[in-house]
């Protein structure tokens, strides 16, 4: 890992990481929309300056069973890997194959009233965002 020296505009003396901005968004289930309880099941990351954009998810049964015990545990996979298919891009993307990878997170986590719905947009700095989408996912969903 490098690091540069730099004098930030204050005066002060600091140390700059090869870090790049990224953004993140959590993905819930949303099993029964009029109650609106939700189960945290993934995250999207995005970081324009690494053009980077994945996903990962993982489905605990029982938790989402516990909210709406007929919940469609299919139509909810079905959804996620939708996401993943539109992270990945290419042909599997549809409509949005030829989208940049912004373009297609945005499209991604716009509000909608779906069972599967992404929270806010957050942001930070890391230095690798493949590595961020492993922390985000034990950090809130695991």
């Not at 968004?25 to 029964?32: N, S």
């Not at 300056?49 to 029982?62: G, M, N």
């Amino acid at each position: 890992m490098s690091e540069r020296y730099r004098v930030a505009t204050t005066g002060r003396v600091g140390i700059e990481r090869d870090r790049a901005v990224f953004e993140y968004a959590l993905l819930r289930v949303v099993p029964c929309l009029e109650r609106g309880e939700c189960v945290n099941v993934g995250v999207i990351v995005y970081s324009q300056e690494r053009a980077f954009l994945a996903t990962r998810w993982e489905l605990d049964v029982d938790r989402l069973r516990a909210l709406d015990a007929g919940v469609d545990l299919e139509g909810v996979r079905r959804a996620l890997e939708a996401v993943e298919m539109m992270c990945r891009g290419g042909s599997e993307a549809g409509a949005a194959s030829g989208e940049r990878p912004g373009q297609r997170f945005r499209w991604l986590t716009a509000p909608r009233s779906t069972i599967v719905q992404a929270g806010p947009v957050h942001g930070g700095l890391t230095e690798d965002p493949e590595v961020e989408v492993e922390r985000l996912l034990d950090r809130l969903v695991r």
